[in-house]
C-alpha cells in the first residue's frame, strides 16, 4: 500500500525537526550558473533568468510527465519516510553501551584521546593490517553500531534482503586493497563478513542525510567547512571518531566518521579536502563502487582536486550525489555525481562556494516536492548569506555559516584546512554540533 503523500513529510518534522519554514521558499531560486558559487540571486543571473522555471501547468502538459513527477515525489517521500520511521525505531530500542574511549594499542595501531578529548583511531600499514587494528581496537564499538544502528534503522526483517542488494551491487567492484581490509576488520572484531561489507555501501542504499558545505579563501589557504547531518536515534553522536590513516605505498589521510567505516565521507588527504553530500533521486542505486571507499581511494591517490575529478569521471558512479573538493593551492570545486555522469562548477569571483543537497548546474538541477529540497534550498541561502561579503573568510565566520544551516541531526561539525594540514571538530554527543565545543587537531599527517 502507497504511503500518502503527508505521512513521510510529518514524520520527518516530528522526528527529526527538519521543518520547511517559510525563509525556506522566501529566499528565491539558489544561483544556476555552473561558474557561480553563492553570487546573486537568481534574478541577476543572466543565464538564470532568461531559463524557463519549472511550473505545475508545464509538468501537466502530458500524462508521461505527470507520472513521471508522481514517481519522483512518491521515490522522494518514500525515502524519508524511512529515515523518519529509521529513526524512531532507533529511538525505541534498547541503548547500546557507550563507547569506551581508553587508550589501548594493537600492532602498529593506537586509539587516544587528542585535544578536547576527540577519540583519535590511528591505523598504518598493509591493507589486512589496518583492518586487524581496527577491528581489535574498536571491537565492542563496531559490534554495538551494527547490532543497534544498522538494524534499528533497516529494519531487522529487510536486514536480510538488503545485505543480498549489497552483496550483488557492490561487492565485485570494492578495490582489491579495501575488501582485504574489510575482510581483516570482520575476523579481528567478530563480525561477519556481510555484515562488514553492509557498513561500507549502506549510504549508496539508504539516503538518509543532509549535509551543509563552504568553500572560501581563509588566512591559512582555502577551507572547507562541512556540517554533517544524519539520523542520530538520541545516541550515534557519542561514537563520533577521527581515524588518521597510513595505508601503505599510499597518501596519508584523516576521516571524521564513525567505527567500523572503511571509506570515507568527510577527509583531509596530505594534498586535499573532500566532503560528500546526498542527492535524492527516484532511481536508487546501481551496481558500482560505494561511494565512501571511491572517496577514500581519491584521498590516497589524488594530488590535486583535478586529478582528483579525473579519478571519479572514470569510477562506476552508483548514486548521485554532490561532493566538494579543495585542493592545498586553493583549487575548489562541487562535483555533482551521477551515474550518467559527472557535472564541476567552480567558486563565484570572491572564491566562495556552496553546496548542499541539491544540483545547480544546468545539466543536473531538478525542482522536486519534499522536505529535503526545500531544507537543502533554506540551508545553502542560510550558508550563503552568512559568507557573504567577507573575503578572505575568518575561521570563525566559517563556524557561524555552518552554524546558519545546523539543524538538530547536525551530528559532526568540521572545518578543513588542506594547505595548513590542519582541521577544526566539534563532534559533541548530540546535536546540533555547532553548538558543541570546536577543537583545533594539527599535525596528524606529519
Not at 12 to 41: K, M, N
Not at 225 to 251: I, Q, T, W
Not at 369 to 380: A, D, T
Request: proline share 8%; net charge positive.
Amino acid at each position: 500500500m502507497r504511503t500518502r503523500p503527508s505521512t513521510p513529510l510529518l514524520l520527518l518534522l516530528l522526528s527529526c525537526g527538519a521543518a520547511a519554514r517559510a525563509e525556506d521558499v522566501r529566499c528565491g531560486p539558489p544561483p544556476q550558473a555552473p561558474s557561480r558559487g553563492c553570487g546573486a540571486a537568481a534574478d541577476a543571473d543572466p543565464i538564470a533568468r532568461d531559463r524557463p522555471q519549472p511550473r505545475a501547468s508545464r509538468l501537466l502538459r502530458r500524462p508521461t510527465e505527470v507520472r513521471s513527477f508522481l514517481d519522483r515525489v512518491r521515490a522522494e517521500q518514500g525515502i524519508e519516510a524511512r529515515m523518519a520511521v529509521g529513526h524512531v525505531r532507533g529511538l525505541l530500542a534498547p541503548a547500546p553501551p557507550p563507547p569506551d574511549w581508553t587508550p589501548r594499542r594493537h600492532g602498529k595501531g593506537r586509539l587516544e584521546r587528542g585535544p578536547g578529548g576527540v577519540p583519535l583511531l590511528f591505523l598504518e600499514g598493509t591493507p589486512e593490517e589496518m583492518g586487524e587494528q581496527h577491528g581489535a581496537l574498536l571491537k565492542d564499538e563496531l559490534r554495538a553500531l551494527l547490532d543497534w544502528y544498522v538494524p534499528s534503522f533497516v529494519g531487522r526483517r529487510e536486514l536480510a534482503r538488503a545485505r543480498r542488494q549489497a552483496r550483488a551491487l557492490f561487492e565485485p567492484h570494492l578495490a582489491p586493497d579495501h575488501r582485504r581490509e574489510v575482510e581483516a576488520m570482520a575476523r579481528a572484531a567478530g563480525i561477519g563478513l556481510d555484515d562488514a561489507v553492509f557498513a561500507q555501501c549502506f549510504t549508496d542504499l539508504y539516503r538518509l542525510f543532509g549535509c551543509s558545505t563552504l568553500s572560501a579563501p581563509s588566512a591559512e589557504g582555502a577551507l572547507l567547512a562541512r556540517n554533517l547531518d544524519f539520523p542520530s536515534m538520541g545516541r550515534l553522536g557519542r561514537y563520533s571518531l577521527v581515524v588518521v590513516a597510513r595505508p601503505e605505498g599510499k597518501r596519508p589521510f584523516v576521516s571524521v566518521g564513525w567505527p567500523g567505516l572503511v571509506g570515507v565521507l568527510s577527509g583531509q588527504s596530505d594534498a586535499l579536502a573532500l566532503a560528500v553530500m546526498v542527492v535524492h533521486n527516484a532511481d536508487g542505486a546501481r551496481a558500482g563502487e560505494p561511494f565512501q571507499l571511491a572517496f577514500r581511494r581519491v584521498l590516497e591517490t589524488a594530488g590535486d582536486a583535478a586529478e582528483a575529478e579525473r579519478l571519479l569521471r572514470a569510477t562506476a558512479l552508483t548514486v548521485t550525489n554532490n561532493l566538494m573538493i579543495v585542493d592545498r593551492a586553493g583549487d575548489a570545486r562541487v562535483l555533482e555525481l551521477h551515474p550518467e555522469g559527472l557535472v564541476a562548477r567552480g567558486p563565484d569571483p570572491a572564491g566562495r562556494l556552496v553546496a548542499t543537497n541539491h544540483f545547480l548546474t544546468r545539466e543536473r538541477r531538478e525542482a522536486r516536492l519534499s522536505v529535503e529540497y526545500l531544507s537543502s534550498r533554506r540551508r545553502y541561502r542560510a550558508v550563503c548569506d552568512a559568507a557573504d561579503g567577507a573575503s578572505p573568510l575568518r575561521l570563525e565566520q566559517a563556524r557561524a555559516a555552518l552554524d546558519a544551516a545546523s539543524v538538530p541531526i547536525t551530528l559532526q561539525s568540521m572545518v578543513f584546512l588542506p594547505a595548513a594540514g590542519a582541521l577544526e571538530v566539534s563532534l559533541p554527543a548530540r546535536g546540533p554540533a555547532t553548538k558543541g565545543r570546536w577543537v583545533r587537531l594539527e599535525g596528524l599527517l606529519d
